[in-house]
């Protein structure tokens, strides 16, 4: 069973970082893909950022340049570096993987941007 864990979300003030985790059970090198998803109340889940197996890394324009995306193949673990965090970035942030027979998610980690 494919496990998949979300760490590092909080409350944090505009212009701030966070930087969350995905743990996964899976070895990641296998997936196709690993990517972040975030979710509001008002909007449909969205990919924010992604990177496929051979490393390509892509992001949505409202986060380019903000966002980063890495994974540590050997600990199977990923990551999403978030800086110059904005109110709109306010949501739950969710870990996925995709492999050749389905799709995978966590449980989900919020992350507020507040003063």
């Known amino acids: 069973q494919v496990q998949l864990v979300e760490s590092g979300g909080g409350l944090v003030q505009p212009g701030g970082s966070l930087r969350l985790s995905c743990a996964t059970s899976v070895r990641i090198f296998s997936m196709l893909s690993m990517g972040w998803y975030r979710q509001t109340p008002e909007k449909q889940r969205e990919l924010i950022a992604s990177i496929i197996r051979g490393g390509v890394t892509d992001y949505a324009d409202s986060v380019k340049g903000r966002f980063t995306i890495s994974r540590d193949n050997g600990k199977n673990m990923v990551y999403l570096q978030m800086n110059s965090l904005k109110p709109e970035d306010t949501a739950v942030y969710y870990c996925?993987?995709?492999?050749?027979?389905?799709?995978?998610w966590g449980q989900g980690t919020q992350v507020t941007v507040s003063s």
């Open positions: 996925n993987a995709q492999s050749p027979v389905g799709a995978y």
